[in-house]
């Protein structure tokens, strides 16, 4: 049973949740992150994440929901909060969440991804917008990719802008963070000799072929680069075919996320009429 503790002041524990919402060197410390909101917490539950804490207060009736939660929880505490102090720890504006979390984040191991034979793994290089980085994570989960694997200096996957912007499905795809292209090429030699029909495709505005030219109903990894500067030198270089989207209007590229779920959509397409 969860051990409960009641706080009544600004005291370490809640310093402690606190920082972990606003701070990204104390969660990759600690290696826990703040996560607030009905469908973020229910993935999480789903998903068998591992929940530290729930944070509450009882100065307003709790929900089913909420009751049933802490009834069935298997955290390691239960902390019981003024209503002042859950106001300030949460972001929703007019009303507190009911239940706030302190979850364990996940590894890096690129095990988490499984290999099969109609492997799609998307590939995002220093995404610098937490928006398009959860809204990706959602079109991940959404089309059934396998994995979403960030490299290279980015927006923190476990920033609460990021856990809300994906509407929860975090905790539903694997998502992995890897310094560069580098820690990624082992695991892609791996794949070419266990998947022989293996591609690398990139996206850009600069390809030759739009997107439904080329076979995605092959295992895929998908390369998408940075919202400013595209896909990079070393991801082009490794490659083996690269593909667009078509634009007509005058605005000359996509929202980052937006041109990425296309290509995830024609990917699912091309694979339906397989199936």
């Excluded at 826990?32 to 009736?61: D, H, Q």
């Excluded at 109609?118 to 959602?138: E, F, M, Q, T, Y």
């Amino acid at each position: 049973m969860p051990e409960v503790k009641k706080i009544v002041n600004e005291n370490n524990d809640f310093q402690r949740v606190e920082v972990l919402k606003r701070n990204r060197e104390k969660r990759n410390k600690y290696q826990e992150f703040f996560v607030e909101g009905v469908k973020p917490i229910n993935f999480a539950l789903e998903y068998n994440w591992k929940i530290r804490s729930f944070f509450y207060t009882k100065e307003k009736p709790l929900s089913g929901w909420a009751q049933g939660i802490l009834k069935n929880s298997t955290a390691d505490f239960h902390f019981e909060l003024p209503r002042e102090l859950m106001e300030k720890l949460s972001d929703k504006e007019e009303e507190p969440s009911e239940l706030i979390a302190v979850v364990k984040m996940a590894g890096n191991d690129l095990s988490r991804v499984k290999i099969k034979k109609d492997l799609l793994v998307a590939v995002l290089d220093r995404p610098s917008s937490h928006g398009n980085l959860g809204a990706l994570i959602r079109s991940c989960e959404a089309l059934k990719a396998d994995g979403l694997i960030i490299t290279g200096h980015a927006v923190d996957l476990y920033d609460p802008k990021t856990i809300r912007a994906s509407m929860g499905t975090l905790f539903a795809v694997p998502v992995l963070r890897l310094p560069s292209h580098h820690d990624l090429m082992p695991w892609f030699q791996r794949l070419k000799a266990e998947l022989p029909a293996f591609q690398i495709i990139g996206s850009t505005a600069k390809a030759d072929r739009l997107a439904e030219e080329v076979d995605f109903t092959r295992p895929t990894a998908l390369l998408i680069g940075n919202e400013t500067f595209g896909l990079s030198n070393n991801y082009k270089e490794i490659c083996d075919g690269f593909c667009r989207i078509p634009v007509y209007g005058r605005i000359t590229s996509y929202n980052l996320a937006c041109a990425a779920s296309i290509i995830l959509y024609e990917v699912d397409r091309q694979r339906r009429k397989t199936r």
